[in-house]
């Protein structure tokens, strides 16, 4: 059951109402992916554990690329495109607002209205780290604030509380739940065709990008490569979770698709991908841009012929294995 809301004192209807007990997002801890983390915390809240790598491929997190690689903060592309892939896992699904349009009153009542129903929310572009996705757990109308956690380096159960004012805000109209087992098909379908539809161009410009800079990458690029690891990291637990599931043909091309997304994070994590300052300062070479760019080509490979083994797992009447193929 979820935990109901804490009226932090007085019943006049003046006084801070939370929800208590949430935890905070943390930096680190196998969650580099903040709308992730922080939609995580917020689902669990209501009863339902899916655990990092499932909600990341639920929400099709995992198998994104950067649609910036030098500004690598996830917005409103990504958190439309990620309510849209749980909506077609949860119902009900989450809903993606843009609270300046609300303005400070009318996000504060749809946080009040979440709240009340012990219902937590994100946010990106509230309180005390304005470029990451927090997590909503309660209001206060009297003095007009929010609370609730930014991103932390270290647990804390004290809620932040600040004004009404992100850019974009996500509420649970109720409790989600699982929709039927069948929606996973969609799921693979939806991240085998993100190669057509972005990935194949992302990874492009990224190359490009990087050949026609002059100077070291602006440090966006390190998020952007930690993000990508992270994302195929959780995409190869997510489908070998799946496989697990499923019957021996579509599992066998799962779990090769799993094996092709470590590599590329294998391929990334040693072949001098910039995760530091220290080497991302290295890169100031332009023979030392043009190595990299060409692993990312590398990189972009593997992830076109993962994406290749999840149309498979849909399609094929054979294993990986079979000596006798169509």
Not at 166 to 173: A, C, F, Q, R
């Amino acid at each position: 059951m979820a935990p109901r809301r804490l009226r932090v004192d007085g019943f006049d209807g003046s006084a801070p109402v939370a929800i208590p007990g949430v935890p905070a997002p943390l930096r680190g801890r196998g969650r580099a992916n903040d709308l992730a983390a922080v939609l995580e915390i917020a689902i669990a809240h209501t009863g339902l554990r899916l655990g990092y790598d499932l909600l990341m491929g639920l929400s099709r997190l995992a198998f994104r690329t950067s649609p910036d690689p030098f500004a690598a903060a996830l917005g409103r592309e990504d958190a439309a495109g990620a309510l849209a892939g749980l909506g077609a896992a949860l119902a009900p699904a989450p809903e993606l607002h843009e609270a300046p349009a609300l303005g400070p009153g009318g996000v504060l009542e749809l946080v009040a209205t979440a709240v009340d129903g012990a219902l937590p929310c994100a946010a990106l572009g509230w309180g005390s780290v304005k470029d990451r996705w927090s997590i909503i757990c309660g209001y206060d109308r009297a003095r007009e604030r929010l609370l609730g956690h930014c991103l932390l380096d270290e647990p804390r159960a004290q809620y932040e509380s600040w004004p009404p004012n992100p850019d974009l805000l996500i509420t649970m109209p109720s409790a989600p739940r699982p929709r039927r087992a069948e929606t996973l098909d969609g799921t693979i379908r939806a991240a085998a065709a993100t190669w057509d539809a972005r990935n194949a161009a992302r990874w492009a410009a990224w190359q490009r990008a990087l050949r026609d800079l002059d100077a070291a990458p602006p440090v966006g690029h390190i998020a952007a490569v930690e993000l990508l690891a992270d994302a195929r990291t959780a995409a190869a637990g997510f489908l070998e979770a799946l496989a697990d599931r499923l019957e021996p043909i579509p599992a066998a091309w799962l779990r090769r698709a799993a094996e092709r997304y470590r590599t590329l994070v294998e391929a990334l994590e040693t072949g001098g991908a910039p995760i530091d300052q220290e080497t991302l300062a290295l890169l100031e070479a332009p023979e030392a841009r043009e190595a990299w760019a060409d692993a990312l080509a590398r990189a972009a490979a593997i992830d076109q012929a993962a994406a290749a083994d999840l149309r498979l797992s849909l399609e094929a009447t054979w294993t990986p294995d079979d000596a006798e193929r169509p």
